[in-house]
C-alpha cells in the first residue's frame, strides 16, 4: 500500500492536486491511500473543490487540524471572532454554504459537505512505523497556560480530549527538537511551516526572506523520527507531497 501524505492544504485544491499528481495518486489505485494532515481548508479560495474531492476518495487517513476545530467552534457559536476573519475560517464557511451573512456561520453545523469530511476525521493514525497527527503528539507542557512542549507523556494514546486538542497548536519541528519522539516511530505533522525547522534546527536558509539574497526553504522537514510537511502554501504556493509504501 502507497500512502500519499499532505499537510495544510488551507483550501489551495489545485496546488494539492499537482502535488499528487507529481506523486503518482491514483484514486482509482487500490493500493493507494489519501493521507492529509490536517488543515484542509481556511486561506485558500478552493475549499468546496477540496471537500468534493476527499469525500469522493474511498481510501483515506484524514487527520483533524487546529482550523477544524476553529471552524466546529464558530458554527457552534453562530457568529465570527475577529480571529475567524483573520484565519479565514469565516470566508470558508462563506464559500461553501453560500448562506446568508447572518446564517454563514450557523450553516456550516448541517452542512453536508463539512460534516461528511468532518466525520472522517481523526486526531491521530498508527499504520506500520508511522504515526500521522496535526502538530504533534500530546506531551507535557512548560506550565499551565502554556502549550510549549517540553517532555515526553508516556501514555499520550490515551491522553483526555483537551489535550488532543492543545496537541494541534504544537510547533512539531519544536517538540522533536525537544526530544519528544516515539521510539521506534516516525511521527508526520503539519502545523507549522517547515522553513522554520530548516533554518533554525538545520541552519539551512531563513523562516522567511526579508533581505535580497536571502532564501527560505518550505520542503518537507525530515530527520530521525520526524517529517514535517506544512509547505506555508499561502505564501511558498505549493503543497508538499511525500509517499510512503507499506
Known amino acids: 500500500m502507497k500512502y500519499f501524505i499532505v499537510a495544510d492544504v488551507h483550501g489551495f485544491y489545485n496546488e494539492m ?63 465570527p471572532k475577529d480571529y475567524d476573519f483573520k484565519n479565514g475560517t469565516f470566508n470558508t464557511a462563506r464559500i461553501i454554504t453560500n448562506a446568508k451573512p447572518d446564517e454563514i456561520c450557523s450553516s456550516m453545523k448541517d452542512n453536508e459537505l463539512y460534516q461528511t ?6 486526531f491521530y493514525h498508527e499504520v506500520g512505523d508511522h504515526i500521522f497527527v496535526h502538530g504533534w503528539i500530546p506531551c507535557i507542557y512548560a506550565g499551565k497556560y502554556s502549550i510549549t512542549p517540553v517532555a515526553y507523556k508516556k501514555d499520550w494514546r490515551d ?32 502545523h507549522w511551516h517547515t522553513s522554520y525547522g530548516h533554518a533554525n534546527l538545520h541552519n539551512y536558509g531563513v523562516e522567511f526572506p526579508h533581505e535580497k539574497g536571502e532564501e527560505a526553504h518550505f520542503s518537507p522537514f525530515v530527520d530521525e523520527g520526524i517529517v514535517a510537511m506544512d509547505a506555508c502554501t499561502a505564501y511558498s504556493k505549493k503543497v508538499n507531497c511525500k509517499v510512503i509504501e507499506i
Request: with cysteine; hydrophobic share 40%; charged share 30%.
Open 159 to 190: 491522553a483526555p480530549l483537551v489535550e488532543w486538542i492543545d496537541s494541534t497548536w504544537i510547533n512539531g519541528m519544536l517538540a522533536w527538537a525537544a526530544k519528544i519522539r516515539e521510539p521506534g516511530k516516525t511521527i508526520w505533522c503539519g
Open 17 to 79: 492536486v499537482r502535488a499528487l499528481v507529481k506523486g503518482g495518486f491514483d484514486k482509482n489505485n487500490p493500493n493507494h491511500t489519501f493521507v492529509s494532515l490536517g488543515d484542509l481548508l481556511d486561506r485558500g479560495e478552493q475549499p468546496k473543490e477540496c471537500l468534493e474531492f476527499v469525500n469522493s476518495l474511498e481510501r483515506k487517513i484524514l487527520i483533524i487540524g487546529n482550523h477544524e476545530l476553529l471552524m466546529d467552534e464558530m458554527a457552534e457559536r453562530g457568529y
Open 117 to 122: 469530511y468532518r466525520k472522517e476525521c481523526k
